[in-house]
Every structure is written in structure tokens, then in C-alpha cells.
């Protein structure tokens, strides 16, 4: 069975640094494509990068590139998702999931999915 477990995530001030972890069982990673996602309250989940079964990575959101790096870690199955100098808006909830296909950024694709780890930026 699949199962996905996002970490890493916690309080930081404006201009930070974290990176999320998404650490999976029941599956190598670097057979799927696996997406990151956030969720502020109120608002829809929506994709932060992404990392296809060839290693391909790939950012949605303009607010996001260049602040953010996905990487995958074979040996311990698995994908990392730097974020550098975060921002007040960055605040939300950040999901992994997983696929068999390429990248793309729409939830429907994607699942199952972990439970999330929170990231608040606030000064």
C-alpha cells in the first residue's frame, strides 16, 4: 500500500529557509511522478513543483520560482522540496502526492495523498 508522509515543515520568519521532506512506503518513489501542493485556509490546493519518474522537475507558480528546488533522494525514497527566502504568502499546508504520468498540476491527477505539514511564515 502506498503511503506518503510530508515533514519538515514548521515557524519561520520572512526570508527563511525549510525543506519539506515527503518519505514514502509501499512504493520507489523514482518509478511515479510526485507533485507538491499547498493549501492556504480559504483557499483551493493548488501545485508547487513537481518531479517526473525521469527526474524531470518543473515549478507552477511564477511566485514560486526560483525560491524553490524538488529533488529526490533514491536511497531513502525519498523527495525534498527546498523553499528559500519564503514569504508571508507561502503560508499553507504542503501535500506530496503521487502519479504514473508526467508532470502536471491539477489535484484530480494525483493521489493518494499525505497529510500534510503545515508552513508558517510570519515575523
Known amino acids: 500500500q502506498l503511503q506518503l508522509v510530508e515533514s519538515g515543515g514548521g515557524l519561520v520568519q520572512p526570508g527563511g529557509s525549510l525543506r519539506l521532506s515527503c518519505a514514502a512506503s509501499?512504493?520507489?518513489?523514482?518509478?511515479?511522478?510526485i507533485g507538491w501542493f499547498r493549501q492556504a485556509p480559504g483557499k483551493e490546493r493548488e501545485g508547487v513543483s513537481c518531479?517526473?519518474?525521469?527526474?524531470?522537475?518543473?515549478d507552477y507558480p511564477d511566485s514560486v520560482k526560483g525560491r524553490v528546488t524538488i529533488s529526490r533522494d533514491d536511497a531513502k525514497n525519498t523527495v525534498y522540496l527546498q523553499m528559500n527566502n519564503l514569504k508571508p504568502e507561502d503560508t499553507a499546508a504542503y501535500y506530496c502526492?503521487?502519479?504514473?504520468?508526467?508532470?502536471?498540476?491539477?489535484?484530480?491527477?494525483?493521489?493518494?495523498w499525505g497529510q500534510g505539514t503545515q508552513v508558517t511564515v510570519s515575523s
Open positions: 502526492a503521487a502519479r504514473s504520468g508526467s508532470c502536471v498540476f491539477a489535484v484530480g491527477y494525483y493521489g493518494p
Open positions: 509501499g512504493v520507489t518513489l523514482r518509478s511515479y511522478t
Open positions: 518531479i517526473d519518474d525521469r527526474g524531470v522537475a518543473t
